[in-house]
């Protein structure tokens, strides 16, 4: 035995592997014991044993296989991952087990499979046992079947799927082996217990002895419902039930409702096989059917009925067999025929069922009139077959149909119609025969029982009286208003005797019903399942409105029929109680009216009714009035009292005061008492005849409105309209359609008659009075708030003229909400009345598009039409769709019948010639409008042939058709396309393009809908098939579309539904289930107006408000965006919320409201590094793809769930994009507040982001790209630098949207790229770039190459990778490219290159083709005469930098040298492109935005204070900054460390707390006033700038509004700004690099506070006024003199344009540039001339001459021109050099300007003329007398003005102007025609450029790096004609020499310090530019109007933000301030300034 002692010492799972038994057998008792003994069902020993289960079951020793056998039943039952093994032991058991000959194996395996099926694998055991059956052994057959047996009588069927065991049962029967059948026989007889007589059709052809045996045996089967007694691991709830249900003695009824479901369950049908019998119809059928013996015809019908016996028949196409049944049904003379006919139909329909569906349109209207036959025999078949075709539709399809005959002649067919109404009516429930559905058949049922005919009678009260049972009283009893008593009742005790299918009455009549079905085809069973749903729906806690809307129709029915349910305590007087008596008030004798008068009267007042004295008559009145309010309701006759009222003089009463009480009197009669319409026809008339009487109109409209809520508005209405329009009045009509229009509104719309009401509009609309047609304008504005769009087709044939008016009226409506009805509530329906409502306000649009007037084209739609359609001509073809194309345009709208068209378009809808199958989709698209709702009835055969067509190859085509699917689909809803198999037919075809479009279809609609019918069930299979379609799309499109399947199917079905997929599928398609199951959406809550009207009918006073803060509060949740102050108010309405939410539950709602308020990102330490490892590791997938596959997005969801908020992820990742753009909301919402959060899950965020990429949505493209510009601005304020994973897996992807067709993107997307470069390396960014220009999308190369280009611009040549020689040759190989836009990139790219880099660029590139070498020499020469050779994108200004040349250096190495302002510069550099780029910290922006937008007021919740607890959240960061950023190797550590404390510290300046604010200015304050820490800020000053006048703004406007403010705190704060700025001021290198826009706004800011009288007010006021003074000429000398001159202008500009802002403000701004004027003589040399003339040019085009001296102060046209006088004193006429960024000079105010003042100089000197004088004229010229130059010139005008002469004339005019450029020849135009002007102006340009030509060499600016390759283009008919030699005179060298100059000074090449920066002249591309913008301007809109001129500029920008920010309380001074003379202001001045010194 040495050997056991070797096996003894092994591991367990060792020895059950071991090759000796018994070493196998002592594991195996071994491992019994372990798993007992084992507690944790998931512990890791479990797994070790995975793979040994099979072993062990399938062991080959016998006594080991037992205890194997055991140990393997203990697995399975403990096991966690015991299901794994399903397959293999299950196939073990059966083939290794059943076999064996002892039964306690056998009866062990069978525990095995059974414990199996309890642990959810029941699918799989049932697979292995069915293949067990066809196992040759006879022993394991019986096992097999016997083990299937156990499991059906112990699970049920629910769990055991029957259909496939049925499906062998057959075979089995004919075994050989006895045993076989014997156990087939008891397993027959179980599966009977479980499905009755469901289980007969498919045994019908056994063996018929079998058969009688089984017969024998199912009688005795117990009649009880069978019960499951063995429960699966997920039905514990229900076994604890179960077992409680036993305890307590049997069968309580307490677990019903799971086995009710579980009975019905199984359709016989479903259990069938279906049979094909199309190709089974003999060859000759179609000949015989149309023979002319009738017994050929007989042989062929017979020949179908055999076929259409098979109960169930295989789908295919039937329409041609249909169409010929349909023939004999109706044109066949053999009656015995006919009924042939219609049991194949009957059969066809039974057999199809659903499938059918499609053809009953059709067959419906003939089998119907063909009930005039009277042979019981025919009658009988008709009815079996529209049965059966009734089964296979809905009522709504076929609704128009049976309408249509209900008015035929014939009382049969009108009996045998009703009769039909009502067995249909019996199939129905509530919910599928609603109120717009019984309207049409009660109205026409309502005649029947007025028929004739009694049969007609009789048939037409058992249709309503069905109507009545299923839809209850309250739908069904407005529409029997007008029936008498005696029919009522007769209805009624219909009612009582209708037994419905679905069982209303007690579950034995829903048996009974189903056991003698009409068709002997159990139809009945869809029905219950329809039940169980609802059932369903009521144990879900979801849909919560819906089952107490159920319940309301049930029990009350029975129970007290007059109050309708749910009314309550209204009851009593609601609209059913009283109104129904009262209706059939009958008209009394004005005797008995006397008499009853009398009884509740005071006599006298009987007496002096007709009194002829008006006193007595008014005093009648009085006691009239006082008797009625002390009436009770009940004592009060009402008709009696207003025929009193009516008594002579009645209506005709002269006095006003007595007719204005009485229809004061009529009103409170229709209030008080029970007021019927007999009542109130006696009055309404009289009524209608005051409504337009001045004095007591108003009493008219108010009887009226008091009389419409008695007898409900829809009535009285129609008769008011009726009566005003009756007689002649316009002021009666036009009131009348007054007071209707505001009864609309008060009463809501529901019930009104639309129709009538339009042609009483119409008739109003052509009345001669302007007052009519004005109300009935008003009144069409009312009907379309509620009636909406389709209104205005009614009116379409107007005049133009009205329909323009119309059409006003209704865009004036449009976006406003109908409001919630007011009146008329209380009477008719209090609380219970409201649901129907509800449904009539959704349904008024549908019934006004059901009164349009339609057409009825079919007879048009012509034989001949149609076989035109089907020509085999293609162009015959084309002609016959043309013709259907115009028919339908011509009808407009048109009727539901148009006969043979649809097979005719179907079969052209899979036309060869593409272009035909696409007008055919156009002519669907167009029916679906034409025909309206009623298209439905043609989905199935017109419109899931278009759904094939959406597998067309060609894009075109598939767009086509799903534009046409989504059409109809507008018209029908989607319950008609989900009906049916025809959807999960058309989705099981295995073609890719149908099957992704037609997800991507269903995945947008299903979301929408509140219920899909079940058979949405049969797609699923396909859907799962689609999961793992070979093709990405369509497995994309089947994730997208999985939620929304679950979502209306549920998970559990979907997941059983995977039991008939391959092992290895099905677990991949359950995890994707298990995944869609977390991005399920909720179902969509019912609409929310509804929800309001809830509130509001039951106690609108109490509720109302609540209701409103629940709305709010949904709004609130739904835009995701928390906010837990209004959380909190919510709490209170938790209740009104449910209301308001419908389907949600009021609690989770409130918890996830609370949820929302955390941080959305979560930090987790170390976690990105820890992805970043994982991803080098190749732990995880690299993110690299060109369409994301399923996989990425999974692993991103799983890497995010532990950083990102559980309730943003599921919006990041939810299906519908809305939710997406929600999260981007939320994203940037929580930006600034969690930035640490945002940078450590960065490479997550922007992961997420490519994925948007990818979207097909613009809206959630636009708001990413926002989200990256605010992002990429917070993590260059951060200094953060991009890790190289991070830039790797979002670049790619964002340069691919480089390439998008929408402008918008573009330019965003390059916007982000620049912004990039501050967060990035160039260089590193150049690869990516490149990679981009390899793209096959020519707008993404031509983009790529111009971001190329201009990161050489900015960055120089070392941005170029991996060398420039390389990157420009493959630059250089995109010459070549196809597409001119990217040649033309390509060609720019270079030429920027060359303008850095010279000459050496063509050694770069190498060899190019002679072609393309061309082309680039010859735009280098180009770029050479134009001085921009940039790209147009230049921005405006780029601030200047402080470093010397090195600069470019410092960029490479983009260290913080490259300061602020090279990162505005960056931003800026794409002017063009960029739109709203915030580059200024957002903390600034949001006070920013809230002070700008709010005037003043005072706000509740201030930014201040966020801003507050921000600070102190970051304080502590300020410790490990530089650990944290170290990271980059980018950045020299001190750097680093030094730029984030300053932005730091800068932003905080601007921050809303006071003390904060003052701590932050200290230290700056510190630094600037230390000589070697001062540098620090460089590059910081315009941040800082900006943040003080931020502060200053802040301070202005809210913390001096502020009382609760010391204000010493505000005096403390004022003097830190202003000390600061003064240090910062002295420091001149610093001082300089303020830009324009932020000199500008600072002014703007120091200016206000000077005017601000609260700060006089002050104890140390004028201290601070003082020190402002002093910074403000600290400023003034300081500063760059361009920049600042510059923002001075612009400043003057905006002060005179600005309506709000003071005339000081401009004074004070003006005394400013006088101070600059001062200076000039200093700083000339130091000013960029061009651009302070641009801005001048740009005033005087603001401010032309005129407008300047409209102004009241003279002061504007003085400064000016003081300031151009002392500019030409100070440059001489040089000064004309400097116009070159002034486009057009010749419409320059300006250059005519100076040239004078130059003249004028001139000619006071006297001085001989220089050289360079104007033209190279000559002195005497100069000086010709002013009388003949005007002779001169009249002379020319005159030419210009004869026709001969025109041309010479305007040549002569040319020369002259060149001449005497100051000639003024404006009083010669002056007086001409604007036309005239125009016409000379241009003439003169069209002469220019002829003779300059383009040759003219323009004013170059040139170019240096150093100015990273900016130049400027300045026009072509440029300065050079200021200096030309045109009278050929030499121009001296001077003049060149003056201009080398001026352009080495403009481009930094001889200057000393300051001029080594580029002037920003030269940094303005575009000589037009009007913009200094205010550095706001410059955070919002990034400067990117570059082309626009100032004129419009100043509207868009400038208005909106100068308003606010210089008129904000600021006073206007008074006007005689402004009119005082200069002198007078001189002294003023004077005094004021010793008074604040």
Not at 66 to 89: M, P, S
Not at 710 to 728: D, G, R
Not at 977 to 1001: A, C, M, T, V, Y
Not at 1835 to 1856: D, H, M, P, Q, R
Request: hydrophobic share 40%; proline share 5%.
């Amino acid at each position: 035995m040495g050997d056991d002692s070797e096996w003894m010492k092994l591991p367990i799972d060792q020895k059950c592997e071991h090759k000796l038994w018994k070493a196998r057998l002592n594991g195996y008792e071994e491992a019994l014991k372990l798993f007992q003994k084992i507690d944790d069902e998931k512990s890791p020993e479990w797994s070790k044993y995975l793979g040994l289960i099979k072993k062990f079951v399938t062991d080959s020793n016998a006594v080991a296989q037992l205890k194997g056998l055991e140990a393997a039943l203990a697995y399975v039952e403990n096991a966690h991952v015991a299901g794994k093994t399903t397959g293999e032991v299950a196939s073990g058991v059966v083939n290794k087990v059943f076999n064996q000959p002892k039964a306690r194996a056998k009866e062990l395996g069978l525990d095995i499979c059974l414990m199996y099926i309890e642990i959810e694998k029941g699918e799989a055991v049932q697979e292995e046992l069915l293949k067990g059956l066809d196992n040759k052994n006879p022993k394991i057959i019986v096992a097999c079947i016997e083990t299937l047996r156990k499991a059906l009588s112990e699970f049920g069927s629910k769990i055991i799927s029957l259909k496939p065991i049925i499906k062998v049962l057959p075979k089995l029967f004919e075994s050989r082996e006895k045993a076989v059948r014997d156990e087939a026989k008891l397993l027959a007889v179980e599966i009977y217990r479980w499905i009755r007589d469901a289980l007969r059709p498919p045994l019908q052809n056994i063996n018929s002895v079998q058969l009688k045996e089984l017969e024998e045996e199912w009688v005795k089967v117990s009649s009880a419902a069978p019960k499951q007694t063995r429960f699966l691991r997920s039905q514990q709830e229900l076994k604890a039930k179960f077992e409680q249900q036993q305890a307590v003695g049997g069968d309580a009824d307490g677990g019903g409702d799971d086995e009710e479901e579980a009975v019905p369950q199984v359709d016989a049908y479903e259990l069938l096989e279906a049979v094909e019998i199309l190709s089974k119809l003999p060859k000759d059928f179609y000949e015989k059917i149309e023979a002319k013996k009738w017994q050929e015809r007989k042989e062929a019908l017979e020949a179908v009925e055999l076929l259409v016996k098979n109960p169930k028949l295989e789908s295919g196409d039937y329409a041609d067999l249909v169409k010929v049944l349909k023939k004999v049904v109706g044109k066949d003379t053999n009656v015995m025929l006919v009924a042939l006919a219609a049991k194949c139909l009957a059969g066809l329909a039974s057999g199809l069922r659903k499938k059918f569906g499609q053809y009953a349109g059709h067959v419906v209207p003939t089998i119907l009139e063909k009930f005039k036959e009277k042979k019981p025999q025919v009658v009988q078949a008709l009815q079996e077959a529209i049965d059966a075709i009734f089964l296979t539709t809905t009522l709504q399809n076929i609704s128009e149909d049976v309408l249509a005959v209900m008015d035929n002649k014939n009382p049969t067919i009108k009996q045998q119609t009703s009769l039909f109404i009502a067995r249909s009516f019996r199939h129905c429930t509530p919910s599928t025969l609603p109120k717009s559905l019984l309207k049409p058949f009660c109205a026409a049922l309502l005649k029947h029982i007025n028929d004739s005919a009694p049969e007609v009678r009789d048939a037409g009260f058992e249709a309503l009286g069905t109507a009545l049972k299923v839809a209850g009283e309250k739908a069904v009893n407005p529409f029997l208003a007008d029936v008498d008593k005696l029919k009522l009742d007769r209805i009624k005790e219909c009612a009582e005797k209708v037994e419905l299918v679905y069982g209303k009455k007690t579950g034995g009549a829903a048996e009974k019903k189903e056991g003698k079905p009409v068709t002997g085809k159990t139809p009945a069973l869809s029905g219950t399942g329809g039940d169980k749903e609802t059932k369903d729906a009521a144990t879900k806690p979801g849909p919560l409105k819906k089952a107490p809307a159920v319940k309301s129709g049930g029990p009350p029915k029975k129970g007290k029929p007059a109050v309708a349910a749910g009314m309550g305590g209204a009851g009593a007087k609601g609209k059913k109680g009283p109104e129904t008596k009262e209706i059939f008030e009958s008209e009394l004798s004005i005797e008995v009216c006397e008499e009853k008068a009398a009884a509740v009267l005071p006599a006298s007042c009987i007496q002096q009714l007709d009194s002829g004295n008006w006193k007595e008559r008014l005093a009648c009145m009085e006691e009239f009035q006082k008797a009625v309010e002390l009436m009770e309701r009940s004592e009060m006759p009402c008709q009696a009292l207003v025929r009193m009222l009516a008594k002579k003089p009645g209506w005709k009463e002269t006095n006003f005061q007595v007719m204005q009480m009485k229809l004061h009197i009529v009103a409170l009669i229709a209030q008080k008492g029970n007021f019927s319409k007999t009542s109130a026809q006696v009055v309404l008339d009289g009524l209608v005849d005051k409504v337009g009487d001045v004095k007591c109109g108003s009493n008219a409209k108010e009887a009226m409105t008091a009389i419409a809520e008695a007898c409900q508005l829809p009535w009285t209405a129609e008769q008011v309209v009726a009566m005003a329009f009756s007689q002649k009045n316009p002021k009666n009509q036009s009131e009348t359609l007054n007071w209707l229009s505001n009864a609309i509104k008060e009463f809501g719309f529901s019930g009104l008659n639309v129709k009538a009401f339009i042609s009483n509009v119409k008739t109003a609309l052509a009345a001669t009075n302007p007052a009519v047609r004005t109300s009935a304008i008003t009144l069409l504005g009312v009907m379309y708030l509620y009636v909406g769009p389709p209104l205005r087709m009614f009116f379409e044939d107007e005049k133009p003229a009205l329909l323009s008016q119309i059409d006003a009226e209704f865009e004036k409506m449009q976006g406003q909400t109908a409001p919630a009805p007011t009146r008329g509530i209380s009477r008719h329906s209090a609380g219970g009345g409201d649901d129907g409502e509800e449904e009539e306000q959704e349904d008024v649009g549908n019934d006004v598009v059901d009164l349009l007037p339609r057409t009825d084209i079919g007879d048009k739609i012509t034989a001949e039409l149609v076989s035109k359609i089907g020509d085999k001509n293609w162009k015959i073809r084309k002609e016959g769709l043309d013709e259907v194309t115009s028919i339908i345009n011509d009808a407009k709208f048109i009727q539901p019948n148009i006969g043979e068209l649809p097979a005719a378009l179907k079969s052209r809808l899979n036309d060869s010639n593409k272009i035909l199958v696409q007008q055919t989709l156009s002519i669907l698209q167009q029916l679906a409008t034409a025909m309206g709702p009623n298209i439905k009835q043609h989905v199935k055969n017109l419109g899931i042939p278009v759904i094939t067509v959406l597998g067309d190859s060609k894009n075109n085509v598939r767009a086509a058709a799903l534009a046409t699917v989504n059409a109809w689909a507008e018209q029908t809803g989607m319950k008609e396309w989900l009906e049916g198999e025809d959807l999960s037919e058309e989705l099981k075809k295995e073609n890719p393009f149908l099957r992704q479009e037609l997800l991507g279809w269903l995945a947008e609609k299903l979301p929408t809908l509140r219920s899909v019918p079940s058979d949405l069930l049969l797609c699923v299979p396909h859907l799962y098939s689609c999961l793992e379609d070979r093709n990405g799309d369509v497995r994309k499109k089947a994730q997208d579309a999985l939620p929304f399947f679950m979502m209306h199917l549920g998970f559990e079905k979907m997941a059983k539904a995977t039991g008939k997929l391959k092992p290895t599928s099905k677990d991949q398609v359950l995890a994707m289930l298990e995944k869609a199951k977390a991005n399920m959406p909720a179902k969509p809550a019912p609409p929310a107006k509804a929800s309001s009207r809830v509130v509001g009918g039951a106690a609108p006073a109490k509720f109302q408000p609540a209701s409103a803060v629940a709305e709010d509060m949904g709004s609130n949740t739904m835009e995701s965006k928390p906010d837990p102050k209004k959380a909190k108010a919510g709490g209170t309405s938790s209740k009104a919320k449910g209301v308001q939410g419908k389907k949600v539950l009021s609690k989770p709602n409130l918890k996830e409201d609370d949820d929302k308020s955390g941080p959305i990102f979560i930090i987790v330490p170390n976690g990105k590094e820890q992805r970043m490892k994982d991803e080098k590791g190749l732990k995880v997938l690299k993110w690299n793809f060109t369409t994301p596959r399923d996989e990425y997005i999974e692993q991103l969801k799983t890497q995010m769930s532990s950083c990102v908020a559980k309730w943003l992820q599921d919006e990041m990742f939810h299906a519908d994009f809305q939710h997406h753009n929600k999260a981007l909301a939320v994203m940037i919402e929580h930006l600034e507040s969690e930035k640490d959060g945002v940078i450590s899950c960065l490479d997550l965020i922007l992961k997420w982001l490519t994925l948007r990429f990818f979207d097909t949505n613009t809206s959630v493209l636009m708001k990413a790209l926002e989200y990256l510009k605010l992002l990429f601005n917070l993590l260059s304020q951060e200094e953060y630098h991009l890790t190289e994973n991070e830039a790797s897996s979002f670049i790619p992807y964002l340069i691919l949207k480089v390439g998008e067709p929408k402008d918008v993107i573009r330019k965003d997307v390059r916007a982000i790229l620049n912004r990039m470069c501050l967060i990035y390396p160039a260089s590193k960014m150049f690869t990516f770039i490149m990679e981009g220009t390899k793209s096959k999308n020519s707008k993404q190369r031509a983009e790529c190459l111009e971001e190329l280009g201009c990161l050489v611009e900015s960055y120089g040549m070392n941005v170029c990778q991996p060398t420039p020689g390389k990157a420009l040759k493959e630059m250089a190989t995109h010459i070549g490219d196809r597409d001119n836009t990217v040649r033309n990139a390509a060609l720019n790219t270079i030429v920027t290159v060359y303008n850095v880099h010279g000459d050496q660029v063509f050694k770069l590139i190498g060899n190019l083709s002679e072609k393309d070498m061309s082309m680039l020499e010859e735009r280098i020469k180009r770029s050479a005469k134009r001085p921009s050779a940039a790209p147009v994108r230049q921005a405006e200004e780029k601030p200047q930098r402080t470093q010397n040349i090195s600069a470019n250096a410092s960029m490479l190495r983009k260290g913080p040298a490259e300061d602020m302002s090279s990162k505005l510069n960056q931003n800026r550099n794409m002017g063009s492109h960029s739109e709203t780029t915030h580059t200024v910290p957002r903390e600034f922006q949001l006070d920013l935005d809230e002070i700008e937008n709010d005037n003043g007021t005072v706000r509740c919740e201030m930014p201040a204070l966020v801003q507050h607890k921000l600070d102190d959240i970051f304080e502590p960061v300020l410790i490990p900054e530089p650990k944290i950023r170290a990271v980059s190797p980018h950045f020299d550590d001190m750097h680093s460390n030094t730029a984030s404390t300053i932005n730091f510290v800068i932003s905080q300046v601007a921050s809303g707390d006071i003390n904060t604010s003052i701590q932050a200015l200290a230290q700056i304050d510190e630094v600037l006033r230390q000589e070697d820490k001062a540098e620090a800020m460089s590059g910081h000053i315009d941040q800082f700038l900006i943040a003080t006048f931020m502060q200053l703004r802040l301070i202005y406007n809210t913390h001096m509004a502020d009382e609760k403010l010391d204000k010493d705190e505000i005096v403390k704060l004022y003097s830190c700004i202003i000390g600061s700025m003064i240090s910062l001021f002295q420091i001149e290198s610093l001082a300089r690099e303020a830009s324009t826009g932020v000199l500008k706004d600072l002014m703007h800011g120091l200016i206000t506070l000077m005017l601000d009288s609260r700060v006089e007010d002050l104890e140390e006021g004028e201290q601070v006024i003082r020190s402002v003074n002093l910074l403000v000429v600290k400023v003034l000398e300081k500063s760059d003199q361009t920049n600042i001159l510059s923002a001075l202008l612009v400043l003057l500009q905006d002060s005179l344009l600005a309506t709000a802002s003071s005339p000081k403000f401009s004074e004070l701004v003006m005394k400013c540039l006088w101070r600059m004027v001062r200076l000039l003589p200093e700083t000339i040399n130091s000013i960029n001339l061009d651009r302070i003339l641009l801005d001048i040019h740009i005033f005087m085009k603001v401010f032309p001459k005129e407008k300047l001296k409209q102004c009241k102060s003279e002061f504007p046209i003085r400064t000016l021109k003081t300031l151009l006088h002392t500019l030409c004193k100070l440059k001489g006429p040089k000064i004309l050099d400097h116009l070159t960024m002034i486009d057009n000079k010749n419409e320059s105010e300006l250059e005519a300007h100076l040239c004078r003042v130059m003249k004028h100089s001139m000619d006071q000197t006297g001085s001989k003329a220089d050289k360079d004088t104007e033209k190279g004229a000559s002195r005497i010229e100069e000086k010709a007398s002013k009388a003949k130059v005007n002779d001169i010139l009249a002379e020319i005008f005159k030419k210009i003005g004869s026709k001969e002469n025109t041309k010479e004339g305007l040549a002569e005019l040319y020369e002259y102007k060149k001449k005497y450029s100051d000639a003024d020849i404006e009083p010669f135009l002056k007086n001409s025609s604007q036309f005239f002007q125009s016409y000379v102006e241009r003439g003169l340009r069209l002469i220019e450029t002829e003779r300059e030509g383009k040759g003219r060499i323009a004013a170059s600016t040139g170019i240096s790096p150093q100015m990273e390759g900016t130049c400027v283009p300045a026009s072509t008919h440029t300065v050079s004609s200021s200096i030309g030699n045109t009278n050929g005179e030499e121009v001296g060298p001077s003049v060149y020499l003056e201009r080398l100059k001026i352009l080495r000074q403009r481009c930094g090449l001889d200057n000393a310090k300051q001029e080594d920066r580029p002037p920003l002249t030269s940094l303005l591309s575009k000589p037009a530019v009007p913009t200094v913008a205010s550095s706001t301007d410059m955070l919002h809109s990034k400067l990117s109007q570059l082309r626009e001129s100032r004129e419009q500029y100043q509207h868009l920008d400038l208005d909106s933000n100068q308003t606010h920010s210089s008129g904000i309380g600021t006073t206007l001074a008074s006007p005689s301030s402004a009119a005082a003379n200069i002198d007078d202001l001189k002294k003023r001045l004077e005094r004021i300034k010793s008074s604040r010194k």
